[in-house]
C-alpha cells in the first residue's frame, strides 16, 4: 500500500523507535511560523465597502464577495406572512437543537428551519470532544487561561467566562438527556488533553463526539412540539420597518417556492462557512457550511467581528484523493501520534496551538520536506501506528472506531500504516457580534454557535466548539424567553437600505452562496403549473428492492 | 498523473466520473447534485444513503453516496430513507420497557439483512438479538458508531426498528448513570481567581492567563 511513498515510508519506520521516547520538539518562533505560512496572515483579505463594517477591518477576499452581494429575492418581493410563530430558529445543528430544546414547555411556539436536514451540521461531524473542567486540578478559571491564551488573548472575556463556568453544568445537562461519554473504569469521566489544554479537559464519546451529541439532540428535539422544517433555506430576515428583525423568507426546496415567516424572536444558528473555501483550501466542513447566517445578518446591520481568523485544522486527510479535507482528529495526537516530514524527522510538538502546527506543516511541505500524493497534493505524515506501541496494541482501533473505519474501505490500516495530512480549512473563529445575552447589534435578533464571533478570539481550541453551541444554544434561547417582543410587522426596510446603500457597488454576486460551488446545487423555483406536472410524473418512478441484486 | 475517466449509471442515465472519487463528487461534477440527498459529506448524517449494482456479477447493495468511490460499470440508485418516530427513552430501562416501546422487537427473523445494509459494519442483527435477552450495556456499545442513516430499518421485512432501539438504549442508560461529583472551589476563592484573570488591561490579562495556567492558580 501507498507503494508511491515507500522510500519515505521507510524513512519514518526506521526512525520510528529513536522517535519514541525523545522529547517532542518546542516549537521556538510561533509568531514567525504564523505570519508567513498561516493562510489568515497572507494578505488575501480587503476591507468592505457596505454595511456596518464598511471601511473598517479586513475580510477574506471570497467572504468579503458574499458580503457585499445582492439578495436572491426579486426586487418586486412582497412579503406575505404564510406561518406565524413565537420563535424562529434557523440553522438545525447542536446549538438550533439545544436552543429548541430549551424552549420546550415554555408556551411559546417555535419552528426551526434547516435547509438540509435536521442533524446535518458541524455538529455531527465533530470527532474529538468537548471541554469541561472536571478534573482534580482543573477549574473553570483554567479553562478560561488556557482559551485565552490560545485565543491570543482576543477572546470577550464576559464571554468566555460564561462558557467555562457553564462547562460542568452542561456535560451534567448532556448526560441527562442521554449523551454516553466515555469512562475510566471508576467510573469518572475519560480525560484527555487537547491541544493548548494545561490539564486533561477534553471528554468524549470514541471518536464521534459531535454524532453522538447530534444525535441524542435530534432525537429529543423530535420529541418536542417543535415544528421543524426540513429543506427550508434561510433566504432573507425581515424587519419591523423600524429595524427590528421580525421574521425571515425561506425557500421550501421540495416545494419550490418561498414561505414568509413572522416571528416574535429569530435566533441564528446558521454554523460556519468551510465550503466557501478560502484560498482553494479543502474543509472538513458540512455541506451547508456556507456562511448564510453572517449574510443575513450583515444585511440587518450587525457587526462582525474576527472574520479575518478561520481555523486551518493541522490534520485533515491529505490522502486517499476521495478523503481529502476530511478530519483527523487532534485526539489522535493528543494520545501519542507524531507529526514527521518526509525524511522521517519530528519535527514539532503535535499538541502546539491548531494555528502554529498548521503553519509549521505548511512550513515543512513549502519548503520541500513533504510526501506529494499520486494526485498532487502535498502533505506530511501523521505516525499513528505509535498509538498502540505507546498505549498498548488495540488501543488505536477501541478509540478511534470512526478513523478505521474511513480508512479501511481504502486498505490503509492507520495501526498498522502513517497517515498523510495537509491543514484543513475547519473553524470560523468570528462571526455575528453577540453580547452575554446572544443578542446581536439588532433588536429581535439572538445569535449562538459557530455563527458568532468573539468567544474563541483568533483561535479556538479543541473542544470549545461543542461545549459553546450547548452553553449559547441554552443561553440564546433563556435570553429569549426573558426578553421576547411582541409581534411586530413584516417588512424588507433593512433590505431595501442595505440595497440602497450597495448600489456603488458593481459586483453582481448575489448570496449567500448556500450550496458549494462545486456542487452546482442552486435554489430552483417550480411555478405552480409545473409543480402539477412533476407531481404526477414523480409517481412513476419506483426504487429497485435493495436486496433483489 | 493523468485522472481516469469510468463510466457509471445513476437512476439508469450513464454520466462520466473520475477514478477514486466518491459517488458525491462525481454527481456534483456531473451537475446532478440533487439526484441524491447529501448532508455532511463526510459518512456521519445518513442523508446520502444508495443501493448499487455492478457490471461484473458483484453483489451490490446499501452504501453512503459521500464514502463509496465511483467504479466503472457501477449503477447507482437514490435510496432515501424518511426518519420514524422517536420513542421517550426512560431511565433504568427493562427489557420490559424496551418491548413495549417498540413492539416488533421479537418479530426479528434472523435474516440478517439489516448487518449486510449497515453502512458502518455494526453487527446489527447480533445487537438485535442482545436486544431481545435485555444486554443493554453490550447493545449500547454496538451502537456507538451508528449515525442514523435508517437502512436496517428500511430493508427489515419484519418492521423491527434496530437503529431507533440503538438510539433508546443508549439514551436510556445515558440517563441512568449518575453524574460523577463536580469538585468545587470555594466562591470567594474562584472570585478572586476571576477578578485577577478578568483585568481590564488585554495585555495583563493575556500575561496573568499564561502565568495561571501553569499551575492553576495566582502565584503569588
Given at each position: 500500500?501507498?507503494?508511491?511513498?515507500?522510500?519515505?515510508?521507510?524513512?519514518?519506520?526506521?526512525?520510528?523507535?529513536?522517535?519514541?521516547?525523545?522529547?517532542?520538539?518546542?516549537?521556538?518562533?510561533?509568531?514567525?511560523?504564523?505570519?508567513?505560512?498561516?493562510?489568515?496572515?497572507?494578505?488575501?483579505?480587503?476591507?468592505?465597502?457596505?454595511?456596518?463594517?464598511?471601511?473598517?477591518?479586513?475580510?477574506?477576499?471570497?467572504?468579503?464577495?458574499?458580503?457585499?452581494?445582492?439578495?436572491?429575492?426579486?426586487?418586486?418581493?412582497?412579503?406575505?406572512?404564510?406561518?406565524?410563530?413565537?420563535?424562529?430558529?434557523?440553522?438545525g445543528g447542536g446549538?438550533g437543537a439545544?436552543?429548541?430544546?430549551?424552549?420546550?414547555?415554555?408556551?411559546?411556539?417555535?419552528?426551526l428551519?434547516t435547509k438540509l436536514r435536521l442533524g446535518d451540521s458541524n455538529t455531527v461531524m465533530a470527532e474529538?470532544?468537548?471541554?469541561?473542567?472536571?478534573?482534580?486540578?482543573?477549574?473553570?478559571?483554567?479553562?478560561?487561561?488556557?482559551?485565552?491564551?490560545?485565543?491570543?488573548?482576543?477572546?470577550?472575556?464576559?464571554?468566555?467566562?460564561?462558557?467555562?463556568?457553564?462547562?460542568?453544568?452542561?456535560?451534567?445537562?448532556?448526560?441527562?438527556?442521554g449523551c454516553l461519554?466515555?469512562?475510566?473504569?471508576?467510573?469518572?469521566?475519560?480525560?484527555?488533553?487537547?491541544?493548548?489544554?494545561?490539564?486533561?479537559?477534553?471528554?468524549?464519546c470514541r471518536d464521534y463526539t459531535g454524532l453522538e451529541i447530534m444525535r441524542v439532540l435530534k432525537d429529543a428535539v423530535r420529541l418536542?412540539?417543535?415544528?421543524i422544517?426540513e429543506e427550508?433555506?434561510?433566504?432573507?430576515?425581515?424587519?419591523?420597518?423600524?429595524?427590528?428583525?421580525?421574521?425571515?423568507?425561506?425557500?421550501?426546496r421540495n416545494?419550490?417556492?418561498?414561505?414568509?415567516?413572522?416571528?416574535?424572536?429569530?435566533?441564528?444558528?446558521?454554523?460556519?462557512?468551510?465550503?466557501?473555501?478560502?484560498?482553494?483550501?479543502?474543509?472538513s466542513n458540512h455541506v451547508g457550511a456556507?456562511?448564510?447566517?453572517?449574510?443575513?445578518?450583515?444585511?440587518?446591520?450587525?457587526?462582525?467581528?474576527?472574520?479575518?481568523?478561520?481555523?486551518?485544522?493541522?490534520?485533515?486527510?491529505?490522502?486517499?484523493?476521495a478523503l481529502?479535507?476530511q478530519l483527523?482528529?487532534?485526539?489522535?495526537?493528543?494520545?501519542?501520534?507524531?507529526?514527521?516530514?518526509?525524511?522521517?524527522?519530528?519535527?514539532?510538538?503535535?499538541?502546539?496551538?491548531?494555528?502554529?502546527?498548521?503553519?509549521?506543516?505548511?512550513?515543512?511541505?513549502?519548503?520541500?520536506?513533504?510526501?506529494?500524493?499520486?494526485?498532487?497534493?502535498?502533505?506530511?505524515?501523521?505516525?499513528?501506528?505509535?498509538?498502540?506501541?505507546?498505549?498498548?496494541?488495540?488501543?488505536?482501533?477501541?478509540?478511534f472506531p470512526g478513523l478505521i473505519h474511513r480508512f479501511e474501505r481504502y486498505?490503509?490500516?492507520?495501526?498498522?500504516?502513517?497517515?498523510?495530512?495537509?491543514?484543513?480549512?475547519?473553524?470560523?473563529?468570528?462571526?455575528?457580534?453577540?453580547?452575554?445575552?446572544?443578542?446581536?447589534?439588532?433588536?429581535?435578533?439572538?445569535?449562538?454557535?459557530?455563527?458568532?464571533?468573539?468567544?474563541?478570539?483568533?483561535?479556538?481550541?479543541?473542544?470549545?466548539?461543542?461545549?459553546?453551541?450547548?452553553?449559547?444554544?441554552?443561553?440564546?434561547?433563556?435570553?429569549?424567553?426573558?426578553?421576547?417582543?411582541?409581534?411586530?410587522?413584516?417588512?424588507?426596510?433593512?433590505?431595501?437600505?442595505?440595497?440602497?446603500?450597495?448600489?456603488?457597488?458593481?459586483?453582481?454576486?448575489?448570496?449567500?452562496?448556500?450550496f458549494p460551488?462545486?456542487s452546482?446545487m442552486?435554489?430552483?423555483?417550480?411555478?405552480?403549473?409545473?409543480?402539477?406536472?412533476?407531481?404526477?410524473?414523480?409517481?412513476?418512478f419506483e426504487p429497485p428492492n435493495p436486496f433483489n441484486f | 498523473?493523468?485522472?481516469?475517466?469510468?463510466?457509471i449509471?445513476i437512476s439508469?442515465?450513464?454520466?462520466?466520473?473520475?477514478?477514486?472519487e466518491t459517488i458525491v463528487h462525481a454527481l456534483w461534477?456531473?451537475?446532478m447534485a440533487e439526484s441524491v440527498k447529501t448532508g455532511c459529506a463526510g459518512g456521519v448524517c445518513g442523508a446520502c444513503t444508495v443501493t448499487l449494482r455492478y457490471?461484473?456479477?458483484?453483489t451490490g447493495g446499501t452504501e453512503l453516496a459521500c464514502m463509496k468511490p465511483v467504479e466503472?460499470?457501477m449503477e447507482i440508485f437514490p435510496c432515501p430513507v424518511a426518519e420514524d418516530a422517536p420513542v421517550?427513552p426512560?431511565?433504568?430501562?427493562?427489557?420490559?420497557?424496551?418491548?413495549?416501546a417498540f413492539?416488533t422487537l421479537?418479530?426479528c427473523?434472523?435474516c440478517d439483512s439489516c448487518t449486510t445494509a449497515c453502512p458502518m459494519s455494526i453487527p446489527v442483527m447480533d445487537s438485535v438479538l442482545r436486544m431481545?435477552?435485555?444486554?443493554?450495556?453490550?447493545v449500547a456499545e454496538d451502537f456507538t458508531t451508528c449515525i442514523h442513516c435508517g437502512l436496517c430499518r428500511f430493508v427489515c421485512e419484519d418492521k423491527v426498528k434496530p437503529h431507533n432501539m440503538g438510539l433508546w438504549v443508549r439514551r436510556?442508560?445515558g440517563?441512568?448513570?449518575?453524574?460523577?461529583?463536580?469538585?468545587?472551589?470555594?466562591?470567594?476563592?474562584?472570585?478572586?481567581?476571576?477578578?485577577?484573570?478578568?483585568?481590564?488591561?488585554?495585555?495583563?490579562?493575556?500575561?496573568?492567563?499564561?502565568?495561571?495556567?501553569?499551575?492553576?492558580?495566582?502565584?503569588?
Amino acid at each position: 500500500m501507498m507503494e508511491w511513498a515507500k522510500e519515505s515510508l521507510e524513512k519514518l519506520e526506521a526512525s520510528r523507535l529513536t522517535r519514541l521516547n525523545q522529547p517532542a520538539p518546542r516549537p521556538d518562533e510561533s509568531d514567525a511560523i504564523l505570519k508567513q505560512y498561516h493562510p489568515d496572515y497572507l494578505g488575501h483579505e480587503r476591507t468592505l465597502e457596505v454595511g456596518p463594517n464598511a471601511g473598517e477591518e479586513k475580510f477574506p477576499l471570497e467572504l468579503a464577495q458574499l458580503l457585499e452581494g445582492d439578495s436572491p429575492l426579486e426586487p418586486d418581493y412582497v412579503p406575505k406572512v404564510e406561518i406565524e410563530t413565537d420563535v424562529l430558529i434557523i440553522g438545525g445543528g447542536g446549538a438550533g437543537a439545544t436552543a429548541a430544546l430549551t424552549l420546550e414547555g415554555s408556551g411559546l411556539s417555535v419552528h426551526l428551519a434547516t435547509k438540509l436536514r435536521l442533524g446535518d451540521s458541524n455538529t455531527v461531524m465533530a470527532e474529538g470532544g468537548i471541554q469541561s473542567a472536571l478534573a482534580d486540578d482543573d477549574s473553570p478559571r483554567r479553562h478560561f487561561a488556557d482559551a485565552l491564551v490560545g485565543g491570543h488573548g482576543d477572546n470577550d472575556p464576559d464571554l468566555l467566562r460564561i462558557l467555562c463556568e457553564q462547562g460542568p453544568e452542561s456535560i451534567r445537562w448532556l448526560s441527562q438527556i442521554g449523551c454516553l461519554f466515555d469512562q475510566n473504569e471508576d467510573g469518572r469521566f475519560r480525560l484527555r488533553g487537547g491541544g493548548g489544554t494545561s490539564v486533561p479537559r477534553v471528554l468524549a464519546c470514541r471518536d464521534y463526539t459531535g454524532l453522538e451529541i447530534m444525535r441524542v439532540l435530534k432525537d429529543a428535539v423530535r420529541l418536542t412540539g417543535t415544528h421543524i422544517l426540513e429543506e427550508h433555506v434561510a433566504m432573507e430576515l425581515v424587519d419591523d420597518g423600524k429595524g427590528r428583525v421580525t421574521g425571515a423568507i425561506l425557500f421550501d426546496r421540495n416545494a419550490g417556492k418561498t414561505v414568509c415567516v413572522s416571528a416574535r424572536a429569530v435566533i441564528m444558528a446558521t454554523g460556519g462557512s468551510g465550503q466557501i473555501r478560502l484560498h482553494g483550501f479543502p474543509t472538513s466542513n458540512h455541506v451547508g457550511a456556507t456562511g448564510d447566517g453572517l449574510v443575513l445578518a450583515y444585511r440587518q446591520g450587525c457587526r462582525l467581528i474576527h472574520l479575518d481568523s478561520y481555523q486551518y485544522h493541522p490534520s485533515g486527510a491529505c490522502y486517499p484523493e476521495a478523503l481529502a479535507g476530511q478530519l483527523v482528529t487532534e485526539a489522535i495526537r493528543s494520545i501519542g501520534a507524531q507529526v514527521v516530514n518526509a525524511q522521517g524527522v519530528h519535527f514539532i510538538d503535535e499538541m502546539a496551538y491548531r494555528d502554529v502546527l498548521a503553519g509549521a506543516i505548511i512550513k515543512e511541505t513549502a519548503e520541500g520536506r513533504g510526501v506529494k500524493t499520486p494526485h498532487g497534493k502535498v502533505g506530511v505524515w501523521l505516525d499513528t501506528p505509535m498509538i498502540d506501541l505507546k498505549k498498548g496494541a488495540g488501543t488505536l482501533a477501541h478509540q478511534f472506531p470512526g478513523l478505521i473505519h474511513r480508512f479501511e474501505r481504502y486498505n490503509i490500516d492507520p495501526a498498522k500504516k502513517p497517515i498523510l495530512i495537509y491543514p484543513t480549512l475547519h473553524y470560523q473563529n468570528g462571526g455575528i457580534r453577540v453580547d452575554a445575552e446572544c443578542k446581536t447589534d439588532i433588536a429581535g435578533l439572538w445569535a449562538c454557535g459557530e455563527v458568532t464571533g468573539g468567544l474563541h478570539g483568533k483561535n479556538r481550541l479543541m473542544g470549545n466548539s461543542l461545549l459553546d453551541i450547548t452553553v449559547f444554544g441554552r443561553r440564546s434561547a433563556e435570553s429569549v424567553l426573558s426578553n421576547i417582543p411582541e409581534r411586530g410587522a413584516v417588512t424588507l426596510n433593512n433590505l431595501n437600505r442595505f440595497r440602497a446603500e450597495r448600489g456603488k457597488i458593481e459586483s453582481a454576486t448575489v448570496s449567500p452562496q448556500f450550496f458549494p460551488s462545486a456542487s452546482g446545487m442552486k435554489l430552483q423555483p417550480v411555478a405552480e403549473e409545473e409543480k402539477q406536472e412533476t407531481d404526477s410524473a414523480s409517481s412513476d418512478f419506483e426504487p429497485p428492492n435493495p436486496f433483489n441484486f | 498523473m493523468t485522472e481516469k475517466t469510468v463510466e457509471i449509471k445513476i437512476s439508469g442515465k450513464t454520466i462520466q466520473a473520475k477514478a477514486g472519487e466518491t459517488i458525491v463528487h462525481a454527481l456534483w461534477a456531473a451537475d446532478m447534485a440533487e439526484s441524491v440527498k447529501t448532508g455532511c459529506a463526510g459518512g456521519v448524517c445518513g442523508a446520502c444513503t444508495v443501493t448499487l449494482r455492478y457490471s461484473d456479477g458483484r453483489t451490490g447493495g446499501t452504501e453512503l453516496a459521500c464514502m463509496k468511490p465511483v467504479e466503472a460499470g457501477m449503477e447507482i440508485f437514490p435510496c432515501p430513507v424518511a426518519e420514524d418516530a422517536p420513542v421517550l427513552p426512560v431511565p433504568n430501562p427493562e427489557l420490559s420497557t424496551l418491548q413495549s416501546a417498540f413492539p416488533t422487537l421479537n418479530r426479528c427473523t434472523k435474516c440478517d439483512s439489516c448487518t449486510t445494509a449497515c453502512p458502518m459494519s455494526i453487527p446489527v442483527m447480533d445487537s438485535v438479538l442482545r436486544m431481545q435477552k435485555g444486554e443493554f450495556s453490550a447493545v449500547a456499545e454496538d451502537f456507538t458508531t451508528c449515525i442514523h442513516c435508517g437502512l436496517c430499518r428500511f430493508v427489515c421485512e419484519d418492521k423491527v426498528k434496530p437503529h431507533n432501539m440503538g438510539l433508546w438504549v443508549r439514551r436510556s442508560l445515558g440517563m441512568s448513570r449518575d453524574f460523577p461529583i463536580v469538585k468545587t472551589t470555594a466562591e470567594q476563592e474562584a472570585e478572586q481567581e476571576w477578578q485577577y484573570l478578568l483585568v481590564e488591561d488585554r495585555e495583563v490579562r493575556l500575561q496573568r492567563a499564561r502565568q495561571f495556567r501553569s499551575s492553576g492558580r495566582i502565584e503569588p
